[in-house]
């Protein structure tokens, strides 16, 4: 056989088919319209300001200030305060979320379980509410006035305000977690799923009782699936808005600029300042990145390759 008659037969080979491009050319569109274009617009937004001259009567120029906006925002006592909330957030809601989701993963997966798919239905439920209707329902319970659980406490000597300064943190963090604790249940339910039974008859027939199975055998195969949970519950934290901003007319604990992108929400639609927003958009997404980063490269260390 000559050459002449393998390269068509080999062009032919590594030729993509028609469907795939049918399939990917939406994906790739939507993906570059819709995630790619906002995020170049906000980094290319960020390095501009608006200019007033005179006394206001000419329309603002916009003038090229590279990295004013940065500098204006990380220079903000109330934005760096913010990032430290934010911070503080994560550090409450991360662990919080983790260890909820898989304790009723474990919980509805085993073998004494009753009623399992109920259980993971209601649990599931929150999901499906949306975050501002959620977040109102919680306001209602948060406030004593109306809130049946505050006032039966108060009845019994206990008063209690979530919405206090000290309290509106885990307050919002409480929103938070019944909100995706059954997202992430499912998840792990189904890594718990895949595991194969003869591993946990054999472990049986070696006398493992229900904590040994789950020390030895479950957590360490459904590890992928937890720091999966783990790194979406990092990027969900850090970025915070819907909650705070419909909890904000209930309490005077919560500012404007409580969270980072309530901060460059008040900048881009109550200040007039879309450039200083989109640098602070930008400082969450690189703090987003950066901690996602941190994370994955401790989980992964010496090799341990976990996702």
């Known amino acids: 056989m000559t050459a002449s008659t393998l390269t068509p037969v080999r062009r032919s080979r590594s030729r993509p088919p028609a469907a795939l491009w049918v399939l990917l050319v939406p994906f ?4 570059a319209l819709f995630f790619v274009a906002p995020i170049v617009f906000a980094v290319v937004d960020s390095l501009f300001a608006q200019k007033s001259s005179g006394l206001g009567l000419t329309a603002p120029t916009r003038e ?3 990295m004013d906006n940065y500098v204006a925002a990380l220079s903000s006592p ?3 305060a913010s990032l430290g909330r934010l911070v503080a957030f994560s550090a409450i809601e991360v662990p919080l979320m983790v260890v909820t989701a898989l304790a009723l993963a474990l919980l509805l997966g085993a073998a004494a379980a009753r009623f399992p798919r109920l259980f993971r239905v209601t649990y599931f439920m929150p999901y499906g509410v949306p975050g501002v209707i959620a977040a109102l329902l919680w306001g209602f319970l948060y406030i004593p006035a109306t809130s049946p659980v505050l006032q039966l406490l ?5 008063h209690a305000n979530p919405l206090s300064s000290d309290a509106v943190l885990f307050a919002i963090a409480n ?3 019944w909100g995706f604790a059954g997202y992430n249940m499912l998840i792990l339910i189904a ?3 895949a595991i194969p039974s003869d591993l946990y ?3 049986r027939l070696d006398g493992a009782g229900e904590w040994r199975v789950i020390w030895h055998i479950k957590l360490p195969l459904i590890r992928p699936s937890i720091v999966l949970i783990t790194l979406f519950t990092i990027i969900g934290t850090l970025q915070l808005f819907v909650e705070p901003l419909v909890l904000r007319p209930l309490t005077t604990a919560i500012s404007s600029d409580y969270t980072p992108n309530l901060a460059a929400y008040n900048q881009a ?3 007039g300042n879309p450039n200083l927003a989109a640098a602070m958009a930008v400082i969450v997404a690189l703090l987003a990145f950066a901690f996602s980063a941190l994370f994955l490269r401790i989980v992964n260390r010496k090799g341990n390759r976990a996702w």
Do not use: K, N, R, W
């Open 28 to 31: 790739l569109v939507m993906f």
């Open 64 to 66: 090229f200030v590279f």
């Open 78 to 80: 109330a934005f760096l």
């Open 154 to 158: 108060g009845a019994v000597g206990i």
């Open 175 to 177: 929103i938070a977690l």
């Open 191 to 193: 890594a718990l799923d």
């Open 201 to 203: 008859e054999a472990a």
């Open 269 to 271: 639609f109550t200040q």
